[in-house]
């Protein structure tokens, strides 16, 4: 064999050597991918942690176990601790889901996810515009719509609750009549954006999900924040609060249904037309 062909035949086998390689990675980083499902599954997220990094070092094209890494991180994040550490791992799940998002902008989960994270380390604001973010690629997703209309309630929760308790207030749910003209000025300014769109979101979530029970407790809730920017019109505010009287009735109405129905179980055991039992 002639020298060019001879390197023409190495450079083949190198080649498929290389193509083979590549190959054993890929099965390699899938079976790690499995395995950190699992030990996800089991609540094992360190160990989880560990599975999908050692997927994404062997096949750096799988998208998945970045998204896998990241949900797991997002498992280690505690709900109001604001520790540097806490902190620190809230923020390398949302860079590594944000790696996602450069890819794919429009992976929704990778928004949710992201949402879920900056609720949790009370990041309101940018919570509320990741899910913002979710509903411009799924006008019906109900739980997007619920969550900004829950963070506006809170904001205007704590705006009311800032107001009122150095005065010696205790928030009445019903309009504060009691308070001062000063205080109720101030709260309305504050309060007025944050009850309108948390109006229009819950209404939302509720239009897009029959039986939403919790969608119900909320504009119940944002109701009587509402009857707070009606101060001084006592007809107003006495509509606002008989509506937020009936969402009350209807969340614990509709809540009674559906523990009725999962209490009331499958019905028995019947036998399919195959014989087999179901």
């Given at each position: 064999?002639?020298?060019?062909?001879?390197?023409?035949?190495?450079?083949?086998?190198?080649?498929?050597?290389?193509?083979?390689?590549?190959?054993?990675?890929?099965?390699?980083?899938?079976?790690?991918?499995?395995?950190?499902?699992?030990?996800?599954?089991?609540?094992?997220?360190?160990?989880?942690?560990?599975?999908?990094?050692?997927?994404m070092k062997l096949?750096?094209?799988?998208?998945?176990?970045?998204?896998?890494?990241?949900?797991?991180?997002?498992?280690?994040?505690v709900a109001g601790?604001?520790?540097?550490?806490?902190?620190?791992?809230?923020?390398?799940?949302?860079?590594?889901?944000?790696?996602?998002?450069?890819?794919?902008?429009?992976?929704?989960?990778?928004?949710?996810?992201?949402?879920?994270?900056?609720?949790?380390?009370?990041?309101?604001?940018?919570?509320?515009?990741?899910?913002?973010?979710?509903?411009?690629?799924?006008?019906?997703?109900?739980?997007?719509?619920?969550?900004?209309?829950?963070?506006?309630?809170?904001?205007?929760?704590?705006?009311?609750?800032?107001?009122?308790?150095?005065?010696?207030?205790?928030?009445?749910?019903?309009?504060?009549?009691?308070?001062?003209?000063?205080?109720?000025?101030?709260?309305?300014?504050?309060?007025?954006?944050?009850?309108?769109?948390?109006?229009?979101?819950?209404?939302?979530?509720?239009?897009?999900?029959?039986?939403?029970?919790?969608?119900?407790?909320?504009?119940?809730?944002?109701?009587?924040?509402?009857?707070?920017?009606?101060?001084?019109?006592?007809?107003?505010?006495?509509?606002?609060?008989?509506?937020?009287?009936?969402?009350?009735?209807?969340?614990?109405?509709?809540?009674?249904?559906?523990?009725a129905k999962k209490?009331?179980?499958?019905?028995?055991?019947?036998?399919?037309?195959?014989?087999?039992?179901?």
């Amino acid at each position: 064999m002639n020298r060019p062909a001879r390197i023409t035949a190495l450079a083949i086998a190198l080649a498929g050597m290389v193509f083979s390689m590549s190959g054993c990675d890929k099965l390699a980083a899938r079976d790690q991918l499995n395995k950190g499902v699992e030990a996800y599954k089991g609540t094992h997220y360190e160990e989880a942690i560990n599975h999908f990094q050692q997927a994404m070092k062997l096949d750096p094209s799988l998208t998945q176990a970045k998204s896998y890494l990241a949900t797991a991180l997002a498992q280690n994040v505690v709900a109001g601790l604001d520790t540097p550490e806490n902190l620190q791992s809230a923020q390398q799940a949302i860079d590594i889901f944000q790696e996602v998002l450069a890819k794919n902008p429009h992976d929704v989960n990778s928004m949710k996810q992201i949402a879920g994270i900056d609720l949790s380390i009370k990041k309101l604001d940018d919570a509320k515009a990741w899910q913002k973010k979710v509903l411009a690629e799924d006008p019906k997703d109900a739980e997007a719509a619920y969550t900004v209309g829950v963070i506006d309630w809170m904001e205007a929760h704590q705006n009311a609750l800032a107001a009122l308790v150095p005065e010696g207030i205790n928030d009445d749910g019903e309009g504060n009549v009691k308070a001062p003209k000063k205080v109720m000025d101030d709260l309305i300014a504050k309060n007025a954006p944050l009850v309108e769109e948390g109006l229009q979101y819950l209404t939302q979530a509720n239009d897009n999900r029959a039986n939403y029970d919790e969608a119900m407790a909320y504009l119940n809730l944002i109701y009587r924040r509402k009857a707070d920017l009606d101060y001084g019109n006592d007809a107003a505010r006495k509509d606002d609060v008989a509506k937020a009287d009936e969402w009350r009735a209807k969340a614990m109405e509709t809540r009674k249904i559906v523990e009725a129905k999962k209490n009331a179980g499958p019905g028995g055991i019947t036998m399919g037309d195959n014989g087999e039992l179901k």
